[in-house]
């Protein structure tokens, strides 16, 4: 069953705009993370912003940040003030557990495309 | 921070041979190694996970005999397609453990493999 759920194959956001990408997730463990990762046509996985289950507040790292609704299962990734650099795919992903053999899952993606 | 270099960046290898992907953590310990598969205009999916000293365990659907995996040390993992075909034409990318940036998870700039 998949885990990590992106909606949204593509995205249109104007320049200076803030956007926001969903991600919603299914597990039953109480310790959990949440990333969200860039990737541009060169193929790197650039890490963004991680939410830990037990964080009560939202993550941000500068322009992002994360929406986390707990109780709903989501994890919406917020970018503000878009930039045409931010075109991309975006990931969201999931580490069930805190153990290091814990792999990360993925969503399908979320192209976005900034519009000048 | 925790860097993980990974080579090639992209090979082209005739179908029938064996292509080997190194990925070297470079400043820290590398316990767990993730390795993922990414078609075009797909997500990352997880192939195996190894750790150092044993053997890999492998995603259900992906052949152990075909994609080769060795964890010999902390700091190196690889990869091998044996008898290379054109469906294993794919991105392929390393995801370690062990380093303190990125909660712990730094991912290589991974390999374009195409298979002719």
């Known amino acids: 069953a998949q885990k990590i759920t992106q909606t949204q194959p593509g995205m249109f956001v104007q320049e200076k705009e803030a956007v926001t990408l969903d991600c919603t997730y299914d597990?039953?463990?109480?310790?959990?993370?949440l990333f969200w990762y860039k990737q541009p046509s060169s193929g790197e996985m650039i890490f963004l912003i991680y939410?830990?289950?037990?964080?009560?507040q939202n993550a941000t790292e500068g322009r992002y940040s994360l929406n986390f609704q707990k109780a709903r299962k989501s994890a919406n990734l917020v970018i503000s003030a878009s930039q045409l650099g931010d075109s991309a795919m975006y990931f969201c992903?999931?580490?069930?557990?805190?153990?290091?053999?814990?792999?990360?899952?993925f969503g399908a993606g979320t192209r976005l495309t900034v519009k000048p | 921070g925790a860097v993980v270099s990974q080579h090639p960046s992209w090979v082209i290898c005739k179908s029938g041979t064996s292509v080997k992907i190194e990925c070297r953590s470079l400043?820290?310990?590398?316990?767990?190694m993730f390795w993922y598969r990414q078609f075009p205009k797909q997500s990352l999916m997880l192939m195996a996970t190894?750790?150092?000293?044993?053997?890999?365990?492998?995603e259900q659907g992906v052949e152990k005999d075909k994609f080769l995996i060795n964890h010999a040390s902390l700091t190196l993992s690889t990869l091998t397609v044996t008898s290379a075909h054109p469906e294993d034409s794919s991105f392929y990318i390393c995801?370690?453990?062990?380093?303190?940036?990125?909660?712990?998870?730094?991912f290589g700039s991974g390999t374009r493999l195409t298979v002719v």
């Open positions: 995801s370690a453990r062990g380093g303190i940036t990125n909660y712990g998870y730094t």
């Open positions: 597990t039953s463990d109480q310790s959990y993370g």
């Open positions: 939410q830990g289950s037990y964080d009560e």
């Open positions: 992903a999931m580490r069930e557990g805190m153990s290091n053999n814990n792999d990360m899952r």
């Open positions: 400043d820290f310990q590398a316990t767990t």
């Open positions: 190894s750790n150092e000293g044993s053997k890999a365990t492998y």
